[in-house]
């Protein structure tokens, strides 16, 4: 079974840096992209940050303009997990953050969706 | 940036009527590179549809999408229970990869 599973979220005080997981299993992880999605209470969607599979300019990174030069996006194929720095944090970024399987490698809709890790600041 | 504007922002309908969203975009979206996604409150996002109108795994064939370059519809031919929930539209042929602000389809 295909499954996306995020941790890491929690309670910081404004300034503050959090580093979220989320771990993948049953799909080869490294071929596809994957995002990270945010949603805070009450509101929409908001598309965090992206980065690519093997096959499309393996490891590139893309970023919101909301987060850009705060937030780092990275994954570790051979553990199966993605990751998010998330540093000099605001009270606007307390959210529901949900990481995202891509359909392709580096985008194409997101077909897996884990279940979300709350970030409070 | 590319904003993508939903309409309309709430619908109250009954079971067994046709719906269409819109989702419409400030400049075009390569090679119609948009997603509709459901959303049930408490729940993850699902995705329904990619490329403006393929659907996803496992999408029943109520749900339709059409459209190219600046504006997209979502048709669901006939409202089942279970299609009460928000629908977003996204678009991903760029960065930032934006999601429209929701249209909520609720019970009349």
């Known amino acids: 079974e295909v499954q996306l599973s995020e941790s890491g979220g929690g309670l910081v005080q404004p300034g503050g840096s959090l580093r979220l997981s989320c771990a993948a299993s049953?799909?080869?992880?490294?071929?596809?992209?994957m995002s990270w999605v945010r949603q805070a209470p009450g509101k929409g969607l908001e598309w965090v940050s992206g980065?690519?599979?093997?096959?499309?300019?393996?490891?590139?990174?893309y970023y919101g303009e909301s987060v850009k030069g705060r937030f780092t996006i990275s994954r570790d194929n051979s553990k199966n997990t993605l990751y998010l720095q998330m540093n000099s944090l605001r009270a606007e970024d307390t959210a529901v953050y949900y990481c995202?399987?891509?359909?392709?490698?580096?985008?194409?809709?997101?077909?897996?969706w884990g279940q979300g890790t709350t970030v409070t600041v | 940036e590319i904003v993508l504007t939903q309409s309309p922002g709430t619908l109250s309908l009954s079971p067994g009527e046709r719906v269409t969203l819109s989702c419409r975009a400030s400049?075009?979206?390569?090679?119609?590179?948009l997603a509709w996604y459901q959303q049930k409150p408490g729940q993850a996002p699902r995705l329904l549809l990619y490329?403006?109108?393929s659907r996803a795994t496992g999408i029943p064939d109520r749900f339709t999408g059409s459209g190219s370059g600046t504006d997209f519809t979502l048709t669901i031919s006939r409202l089942e229970p279970e299609d009460f929930a928000v629908y977003y539209c996204?678009?991903?042929?760029?960065?930032?990869?934006?999601f429209g602000p929701g249209t909520k389809v609720d019970i009349k």
């Open positions: 995202a399987k891509e359909r392709g490698s580096i985008r194409g809709g997101m077909d897996v």
């Open positions: 049953g799909f080869t992880f490294s071929s596809y992209g």
């Open positions: 980065i690519s599979g093997s096959g499309g300019s393996s490891g590139s990174t």
């Open positions: 400049q075009s979206v390569s090679s119609s590179y």
């Open positions: 490329g403006a109108s």
């Open positions: 996204q678009h991903y042929g760029s960065s930032p990869r934006t």
